[in-house]
């Protein structure tokens, strides 16, 4: 298996293991937070926003390209109260609540952002991940070890969604 095959396999489980988490959810479900010490946990919902807004925000940097959520208009079609550039990193509790979406709407965005992402990813060859893309690091970061890092990212998000699904009762 090639390192680019490698990598549309992992953000392959990433979209698989979010769509599930979401779907056939009321957007109420999405926006219910799991029950905590603080009341403030994250939401199925915003959880999935959250890491295809990660993907498409860190794979588009690393692309050249602008990003699905504005170059396909998903932004619109959000109409969220946050920033076109926000990717939910730092987010408030406040924040965390004013993203709210159906199913559909979730689902239809991260299935566009791994589309690009994995036409992205199916062109690389071995030795771009060792293109440094970011130079804020001791060490620096490589292509690859930025795309790992997001679809580690998006793992984690995608199971903590199923988990909080779970807490549903669903």
Not at 52 to 77: F, K, M, P, S, Y
Not at 134 to 150: A, C, Y
């Amino acid at each position: 298996m090639s390192p680019a095959a490698l990598l549309v396999e992992i953000f392959g489980r990433v979209q698989e293991n979010a769509l599930a988490a979401v779907d056939g959810l009321t957007p109420e479900q999405l926006a219910q937070r799991p029950v905590s010490a603080r009341d403030d946990a994250n939401p199925v919902g915003w959880l999935v926003w959250h890491l295809a807004r990660v993907q498409d925000d860190h794979v588009a940097d690393v692309a050249g390209h602008e990003q699905v959520w504005t170059a396909d208009g998903w932004a619109r079609r959000f109409d969220l109260p946050l920033d076109d550039a926000d990717i939910g990193y730092g987010h408030t509790t406040e924040e965390v609540g004013l993203v709210r979406a159906d199913a559909d709407l979730l689902a239809g965005y991260l299935r566009a952002v791994h589309a690009r992402s994995a036409a992205y990813l199916s062109g690389l060859a071995p030795a771009d991940l060792d293109r440094v893309v970011d130079e804020r690091w001791d060490p620096p970061v490589t292509l690859g070890v930025r795309l790992v890092s997001v679809g580690d990212d998006g793992t984690q998000h995608a199971g903590q969604a199923a988990y909080a699904r779970g807490l549903l009762g669903l």
